[in-house]
Nanobody, 122 residues
Framework: QVQLVESGGGLVLAGDSLRLSCAASRRALSNYYMGWFRQAPGKEREFVAALSWTGPSTVYGDAGKGRFTISKDSAKNTVYLQMDSLTPEDTAVYYC???????????????WGQGTQVTVSS
């Protein structure tokens, strides 16, 4: 079973940038698609972005379009989420996940990290 560990969260000011990392425990990801989701207090988990380990395919949700960029470093088994021009509305716990298809749905991802808190202050 692949384990995922997120890092890079923290407290920032509105307009700042953050880069989140998601490190996989082993290189058994050839059949995986990796996604980022976020969950704010009292809200449902929301799709941010996803990519394929084996090709160039990426997809963004409304939460990630325009200001966020998902990328990967296959040599490091790590997926990144670059977040720019952050606003207080981006405050949430950010989770990375692995699944068998490129999807925006949480139900399609079977492996989840523990999450990393991002807080954006105005």
């Amino acid at each position: 079973q692949v384990q995922l560990v997120e890092s890079g969260g923290g407290l920032v000011l509105a307009g700042d940038s953050l880069r989140l990392s998601c490190a996989a425990s082993r290189r058994a990801l050839s059949n995986y698609y990796m996604g980022w989701f976020r969950q704010a207090p009292g809200k449902e988990r929301e799709f941010v972005a996803a990519l394929s380990w084996t090709g160039p395919s990426t997809v963004y949700g409304d939460a990630g379009k325009g200001r966020f960029t998902i990328s990967k470093d296959s040599a490091k088994n790590t997926v990144y989420l670059q977040m720019d021009s952050l606003t207080p509305e981006d405050t949430a716990v950010y989770y990375c996940a692995g699944g068998g298809r490129l999807s925006t749905q949480t139900s399609q991802y079977g492996v989840w990290g523990q999450g990393t808190q991002v807080t954006v202050s105005s």
